[in-house]
């Protein structure tokens, strides 16, 4: 007879114990004895193993207390800087560290806007404004390399609304010369831009219809060479000399 039991303290002492019981079963008196002295080290076995699982369970526990003694509450305001990236003063500087003042000013940042490049862009409402503050001489006169002055500029390229604006403008010249001696006339009127031709003929006073260039040409001339029929008509209507050479 072989009785074979669970025994938790390995495989080797199961062993032992299968031998003793085939001894005894050999023996055949002593089986009685030999099942209960299985029974009683199974039992004592047993409750070894219980003790031992409670003195491990306690050692665990004094473990988590002495784990949790070992941490320090920590109160997340008292910190530097415990807020949100969100916050005021936790991702961007305060303003006072970059005021206004102590900024450097930004290499790639443009340009102020000169009265000459406002007339050269088209831009009328900063002609206007800057008239209305009030510009300076110089600032009227500034020319490119051509010596064309803004109101030039306009005129060659047909910006009706600086034109205008331009007849407010004091310190104008309206009958600059460029490098060749073309007046704010004799550029319109040979381009063919004839808003501007009537407007220079009608809101700028002191115009001078007869002035040449260097080649000896009127804005008539220039006018007719290029077949300007209407600046043409509207140089003659306003009194444009027609035989003159």
Same mark, same amino acid.
């Given at each position: 007879m072989v009785l074979i039991t669970d025994d938790r303290d390995g495989g080797g002492a199961s $062993?032992? !114990?299968l031998k003793q019981l085939q001894h005894q079963h050999k023996v055949g008196p002593n089986i009685p004895q030999v099942h209960s002295t299985i029974a009683e080290e199974s039992q004592s076995n $047993?409750?070894? /193993?219980?003790? *031992? +699982?409670?003195d491990g369970d306690d050692e665990d526990d004094d473990g988590g207390e002495e784990d949790d003694n070992g941490f320090e509450e920590v109160d997340f305001e008292d910190l530097d800087d415990c807020r949100s990236i969100l916050s005021d003063d936790s991702f961007y500087p305060p303003d006072d560290v970059f005021a206004d003042s102590e900024r450097s000013p930004s290499p790639q940042s443009?340009?102020? +806007? $000169?009265?000459? !490049? #406002?007339c050269c862009t088209n831009n009328a409402a900063i002609v206007r404004l800057m008239i209305r503050? *009030?510009?300076? +001489? /110089?600032e009227v006169n500034e020319t490119d390399r051509n010596n064309r002055i803004g109101l030039l500029v306009a005129c060659y390229q047909g910006f009706v609304d600086v034109v205008i604006a331009l007849s407010q403008c004091p310190h104008l010249d309206v009958n600059w010369q460029d490098s060749e001696g073309n007046? #704010? +006339?004799?550029t319109a009127a040979q381009a063919g831009h004839i808003t501007i031709t009537n407007y220079l003929l009608n809101y700028y006073p002191g115009l001078d219809i007869e002035r040449r260039n260097c080649h000896g040409f009127t804005a008539l001339m220039k006018a007719a060479m290029q077949g300007r029929l209407e600046c043409v008509r509207s140089l003659m209507m306003a009194g444009a000399e027609t035989n003159t050479k």
């Open positions: $062993s032992v !114990r $047993s409750e070894e /193993d219980d003790i *031992g +699982l409670c443009p340009e102020p +806007l $000169s009265f000459f !490049r #406002a503050h *009030g510009v300076k +001489l /110089d007046t #704010a +006339l004799i």
